[in-house]
């Protein structure tokens, strides 16, 4: 079974409007769970991280997320998208079951329209 | 003050050739990973090294060889190599321990031709 599933390859939003990516994920234990970012030709930084404390979770840049283990999602928000914002979005889990090594998902690019 | 930093940043070399990318971090970690990222983005785990000693060790090609000389530095070589080794290949470190998340490095990208 996929441990993560990011439900969108791909996110257009214009600047200004609220943007979500969608992430699932598959734990038989309780997970950590991650949102990396990568702008173009750069590395991956931590936007935030989720370690079974609150289950909303604010991270850099105005991003949240929210940990629902109902729906087994980690879903990322941000009320108002900037240009700069535009880049490619990685949820990750890491779990007992998966060695607590970092899982990535496939990713999610988001463009943001003027 | 990179906190981890991989070198080169690009690498171009031909087939059959035997390349090294070097990493350090001086977050003071304890675990350094190893991560390729193929050309439709993907990232996965290739090694993971806690003080020095190997804990993760995925279906890589034997061509590929993780070098620990001490827990501040990862170095990946790879012999042999052949164009599907093209790809981003990112160093991370991270405390050890459940629940941590990884820092990365900017990545070095590979060019096999």
């Known amino acids: 079974a996929q441990s993560v599933t990011q439900l969108d390859s791909h996110v257009s939003v214009s600047e200004g409007t609220p943007v979500l990516l969608r992430c699932n994920y598959s734990?038989?234990?309780?997970?950590?769970l991650f949102w990396y970012v990568q702008h173009p030709n750069k590395g991956l930084q931590l936007l935030l991280k989720y370690t079974s404390a609150a289950t909303l979770v604010k991270g850099i840049n105005g991003f949240e997320a929210e940990f629902k283990k109902s729906e087994t999602s980690f879903h990322l928000t941000k009320p108002s998208a900037h240009m700069s914002d535009a880049a490619e979005y990685y949820c990750v889990v890491s779990s007992r079951e998966y060695g607590n090594k970092l899982v990535f998902g496939a990713g999610t690019i988001l463009r943001v329209k003027s | 003050d990179t906190a981890v930093s991989q070198t080169p940043k690009y690498l171009v070399t031909q087939m059959g050739n035997d390349k090294s990318i070097k990493c350090e971090q001086n977050l003071g970690h304890d675990t350094m990973y190893w991560y390729k990222q193929d050309s439709k983005k993907f990232l996965k785990i290739m090694f993971s090294?806690?003080?020095?000693?190997?804990?993760i060790n995925e279906t890589v090609p034997n061509r590929f060889s993780p070098k620990s000389p001490d827990k501040a530095h990862l170095n990946l070589h790879i012999n042999s190599l052949e164009l599907g080794d093209s790809a981003v290949y990112f160093c991370?470190?991270?405390?050890?321990?459940?629940?941590?998340?990884?820092?990365f490095g900017q990545g070095t990208r590979l060019t096999v031709v």
């Open positions: 991370a470190s991270s405390p050890f321990g459940e629940y941590t998340e990884a820092f």
């Open positions: 734990s038989s234990y309780s997970p950590s």
């Open positions: 090294y806690n003080n020095k000693e190997l804990i």
